[in-house]
């Protein structure tokens, strides 16, 4: 299924993220039609990393103070240890994920990603995957944790590492261009302080 032409894709990133989780993704959504936006808690440009060393800076589309998630249609979030361990404590960062779920607009996740989804309260009860030291986190948190190269849980698209691009963004196009899918709003899901909560859609 193709992307509509002009779909607003969110992709959040903070400093230290895997630049090709970025750029191979984006380059994919870009090439099918979709307006990509990087919105960032960095100032003006946001550090890419490839694994231990620094790569290049991007500029930063969308402060995340000015972030909404109603403007956008679709959320992508690339991995990198220190880019999801920054936005899991941003209470912003955190709730803007949240309002993709609650709105039921597709999510494409991967490798140490999922660690935001976690403190946005939203993997209770999901099938996912990530990088492999995500494991416990994840199943802590009452997700059903898989090692597969890309996993589909009602528009929740996740996979494990830079290698698995490729089919990553075979199912973030379908998963992006069949829209909003009601089951991903569904259901209990955790606050940040772990306590069930309904979500609010």
Request: charged fraction near 25%.
């Amino acid at each position: 299924m193709a992307i509509p032409s002009g779909m607003k894709v969110a992709i959040l990133v903070a400093e230290g993220f895997e630049q090709v989780e970025l750029t191979g993704p984006r380059k994919a959504l870009d090439d099918a039609g979709a307006e990509t936006r990087i919105v960032s808690p960095a100032q003006g440009e946001v550090q890419g990393w490839n694994h231990f060393d620094k790569a290049d800076k991007f500029k930063v589309d969308v402060p995340l103070e000015q972030a909404a998630a109603g403007n956008f249609d679709a959320l992508l979030l690339p991995g990198g240890v220190a880019n999801p361990d920054q936005l899991r404590m941003l209470p912003k960062a955190v709730q803007f994920v949240r309002e993709f779920f609650d709105a039921g607009k597709p999510v494409a996740v991967i490798c140490h990603g999922p660690w935001t989804l976690i403190d946005a309260g939203v993997v209770q009860g999901r099938t996912i995957t990530s990088w492999p030291s995500l494991r416990a986190d994840l199943s802590n948190a009452g997700a059903k944790w898989v090692d597969q190269e890309v996993v589909v849980d009602n528009g929740l698209v996740s996979s494990r590492k830079p290698a698995d691009i490729p089919a990553f963004n075979r199912k973030m196009l379908e998963e992006f261009g069949e829209g909003r899918h009601s089951k991903q709003a569904g259901g209990a899901r955790r606050d940040p302080a772990g306590q069930p909560s309904q979500s609010t859609h």
